[in-house]
């Protein structure tokens, strides 16, 4: 008996996927991947020079740029995919910014750009394509958080919390979508080597490539897995740390931080 929280996903050909922040790391190695095995994805990214990279042509990509922090944008475009293609199957929320941040650098501007973009944005998603999907009784949601939003950690002043703000939404979403028939899944990488993880300036365990990261989503997707989490090598012991109680958490980060 599957004991998976959500369908599995079969076959993607013809699925139509719309992907929020694709223009690069992460989501442009996913869109490459999902070509490959036959949907149709929709790219949306503020770069439509970059989208029209990741597209490369592909009959069956669709390139629409949108600001994520923008719902005008979003619902716009989600229009568009319908117009095309009739609906959406799986929307995937990618959209993210990361600036270190420490308690002695407080900058509310890069904070509240954080919360815009990795949060905020997430909801005008939501926003755009739950109707419809709500309409049909089908579809599927998949948010892209962070094993840094499991617990506090040092540089992520404003990354961490938003990160466990989207883990919290996914459940959240999970609880009310799932008996009605839309998927949501929840999709924490480790480090992945993007032009987002280039500004640190510290060793990252289990660093793996955007191309691995999006292979590692695809079978969580494919399996109806809730939460998907990589590299497990890094990821399981991350897990581990959150049942830690406060007395052996905050020194053992601290320890192997660092900072």
């Known amino acids: 008996m599957s004991m998976s929280l959500n369908p599995r996903i079969l076959d993607w050909r013809g699925r139509r996927v719309w992907l929020i922040g694709a223009s690069t790391g992460i989501g442009a190695a996913f869109a490459r991947l999902l070509l490959e095995h036959g949907a149709r994805v929709a790219l949306s990214a503020r770069t439509e020079a970059a989208l029209l990279g990741v597209a490369g042509g592909h009959a069956q990509a669709l390139v629409l740029p949108a600001d994520a922090t923008r719902e005008d944008e979003l619902r716009a475009v989600a229009a568009r995919i319908d117009a095309a293609w009739g609906g959406i199957d799986l929307v995937v929320y990618l959209a993210g910014t990361y600036a270190p941040l420490r308690a002695w650098d407080i900058d509310l501007g890069q904070i509240k750009r954080t919360f815009d973009i990795n949060v905020i944005g997430c909801y005008g998603a939501l926003a755009a394509v739950l109707p419809g999907m709500l309409a049909r009784g089908n579809g599927a949601v998949a948010i892209v958080s962070s094993v840094a ?16 703000a989207l883990i919290n939404l996914a459940e959240a979403l999970y609880l009310d979508l799932a008996p009605k028939g839309i998927a949501v899944h929840l999709i924490d990488p480790g480090f992945v080597d993007t032009p987002l993880t280039a500004q640190n300036e510290f060793s990252m365990p289990g660093l793996i490539s955007a191309a691995a990261a999006a292979r590692a989503m695809l079978r969580g997707l494919e399996r109806g897995e809730f939460e998907t989490h990589f590299p497990k090598r890094f990821t399981l012991w991350m897990r581990l740390l959150r049942l830690l109680p406060y007395r052996l958490y905050f020194p053992v980060v601290r320890r192997f931080t660092g900072l």
Do not use: D, F, T, V
């Open 149 to 164: 939003g499991y617990r506090g950690l040092p540089n992520a002043l404003a990354y961490g919390p938003a990160k466990a």
